[in-house]
């Protein structure tokens, strides 16, 4: 259910409005793991939407391309209807602002991940106040796991099948060397 906000002006009539609550999880996701789903899984129940975008970032060589990791992101989630997989360029929270997401979504995994996170998320509410990074705390199974681990056992000819989600299983086959 949306949540509802009752807005008040200053003549004391009420103006009700209906403020879905967005959270926007981005990352590379090249590719998607089993540790990124069972964050976003996990955070589903608690958003009206989560928009998992996969963000362009120029500076990073991507190893599958953006259509590749859409197509693998959209089968993942196709069974949840609030989750919705879009892709951006540019700043975070400016694409927040574009979607109206107040909630910035990020799984934490070690002290390292915190450290790095904790200064991504106080410059995002520098940059834009209204919005809230959350942070959701990786099962144990999953704290080993990254997309670059995933990429090296792929690359060196090993079986990825227990890192990423089912849905990508077979069409990682043959990125195997
Ligand atoms: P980037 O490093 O480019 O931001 P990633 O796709 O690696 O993007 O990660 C996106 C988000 O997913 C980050 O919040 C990261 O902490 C989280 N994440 C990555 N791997 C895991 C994992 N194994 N378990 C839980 N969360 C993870």
Redesign the pocket.
């Known amino acids: 259910m949306p949540t509802i906000i009752l807005c008040m002006n200053g003549s004391n009539n009420h103006k009700s409005i209906i403020m879905e609550k967005i959270a926007l999880f ?5 590719p998607i ?1 089993k ?2 789903e ?2 976003i899984k996990r955070a589903a129940p608690l958003f009206d939407k989560i928009i998992v975008a996969i963000g362009i970032n120029t500076e990073k060589r991507e190893f599958f391309t953006v259509e590749q990791r859409t197509k693998w992101l959209k089968e993942v989630f196709k069974e949840q209807k609030n989750i919705e997989i879009m892709v951006y360029e540019g700043l975070t929270v400016d694409f927040c602002r574009k979607v109206n997401a107040r909630f910035l979504l ?4 070690t002290s390292a ?1 915190f450290e790095f ?1 904790r200064s991504i998320g106080q410059t995002n509410k520098i940059l834009y106040p209204e919005v809230e990074t959350l942070f959701l705390l ?1 099962t144990p199974e ?2 080993a ?3 670059s681990i995933v990429r090296d056992v792929l690359k060196n000819g090993g079986d990825v099948s227990s890192f990423v989600p089912d849905a990508l299983v077979n069409d990682l086959q043959k990125y195997r060397h």
């Open positions: 981005p990352g590379s996701f090249d793991t540790g990124h069972s964050v990020r799984g934490l995994r991940d996170e990786t999953h704290t796991l990254n997309s």
